[in-house]
């Protein structure tokens, strides 16, 4: 059993800056990647950012520049480092954690970006 916790959505103006953590919990395998993926109104779920055990990112093009994620593997915690947001970025975050195949899920933090 694998469990992830997000925090650190919150409201934010734009160009503003949030931070987002996930830990996880449980049966968590060195050899992983860490991800987060948003979901806007009306909108499919897509991937933002994911990090590899060993460090290895990548980013989707719209938050290139703008956002940093990292991860923390002795906490076995993943970071997603906002900035200069943009009311576009409004969505539910989620983080998940691939490892041996399976997919496990956060219950999604709230991020929205409005003035």
């Known amino acids: 059993q694998v469990q992830l916790v997000e925090s650190g959505g919150g409201l934010v103006q734009p160009g503003g800056s949030l931070r987002l953590s996930c830990a996880a919990s449980?049966?968590?395998?060195?050899?992983?990647?860490m991800r987060w993926y948003r979901q806007g109104p009306g909108k499919q779920r897509e991937l933002v950012a994911q990090?590899?055990?060993?460090?290895?990112?990548y980013y989707t093009e719209s938050v290139k520049g703008r956002f940093t994620i990292s991860r923390n593997n002795a906490k076995n915690t993943v970071y997603l480092q906002m900035n200069s947001l943009k009311p576009e970025d409004t969505a539910v975050y989620y983080c998940?954690?691939?490892?041996?195949?399976?997919?496990?899920w956060g219950q999604g933090t709230q991020v929205t970006v409005s003035s």
């Open positions: 998940d954690i691939w490892q041996l195949g399976y997919d496990y």
């Open positions: 990090i590899t055990s060993r460090g290895i990112t």
């Open positions: 449980g049966n968590i395998f060195s050899d992983n990647v």
